[in-house]
């Protein structure tokens, strides 16, 4: 099956800064991927869509000037968490879409704010 | 609206023993994607299955089952002689057209030896 590639795996950062995540699709072009939020012991709850090459839409109460979105080439997508704090840690998992509209999931990025 | 329910938040069985794992799901699409993912500890999404809605038929793989029900929108997982290893959080899934999913709240498998 497709390979979609999430990094970091883990990342601990100090309030107040801001961190990227990267979601790449290996062997397929993603023109839409999504991102999705878990809270511990929670469901998966979507954040927004990314589409390449345009603003990504989020779903309703995601600020979008707090997770900044970008979806630059058919490969990739950004997660900027900016200006981190405590209860911005999270599981962060990305999904890509490939041609045959099949969704496939990257690791998961678990985000500690200290 | 959309909605997919997992009535059961925990399930606790001994090893070899049959489980079942509930899923309900509400949609107005005619055509809609259901899904089963496995979550262990590590955190990653492993996908089990994906049913078209106009596949009705019942899917078996190995020790896995699914029972597709469109009449009481119902999509139940069953696993055959439960292991240890099949202890994970499992999530039942329904795809919007746009490509969302929608993922019911899941449910804890704790498979004992």
């Known amino acids: 099956g497709a390979v979609v590639s999430q990094h970091p795996s883990r990342v601990i950062c100090k309030s107040g800064t801001s961190v990227k995540i990267e979601c790449r699709s290996l062997?397929?072009?993603?023109?839409?991927m999504f991102w999705y939020r878990q809270f511990p012991k929670k469901s998966l709850m979507l954040m927004a869509t990314s589409n390449e090459g345009s603003k990504a839409t989020y779903e309703q109460g995601v600020e979008k000037d707090k997770f900044l979105i970008n979806h630059a080439s058919l490969t990739l997508s950004t997660l900027t968490v900016t200006s981190a704090h405590p209860e911005d840690s999270s599981f962060y998992i990305c999904?890509?879409?490939?041609?045959?509209?099949?969704?496939?999931f990257g690791q998961g990025t678990r985000l500690t704010v200290v | 609206a959309q909605k997919v329910t997992q009535a059961q938040t925990e399930i606790s069985v001994v090893e070899k023993e049959d489980v079942t794992l509930d899923c309900v799901y509400e949609t107005r699409d005619t055509t809609y994607y259901l899904f089963w993912y496995k979550q262990p500890p590590s955190g990653e999404l492993v996908f089990l299955i994906r049913r078209n809605s106009f596949d009705e038929q019942n899917e078996i793989s190995g020790r896995y089952s699914w029972n597709f029900q469109k009449s009481t929108s119902s999509f139940n997982f069953t696993i055959t002689a439960s292991q240890v290893v099949d202890s994970a959080v499992y999530f039942c899934a329904l795809e919007m057209w746009e490509g969302k999913l929608i993922f019911g709240q899941g449910t804890e498998l704790s498979v004992k030896p």
């Open positions: 062997d397929f072009q993603a023109t839409t």
């Open positions: 999904s890509a879409r490939d041609q045959e509209d099949e969704a496939f």
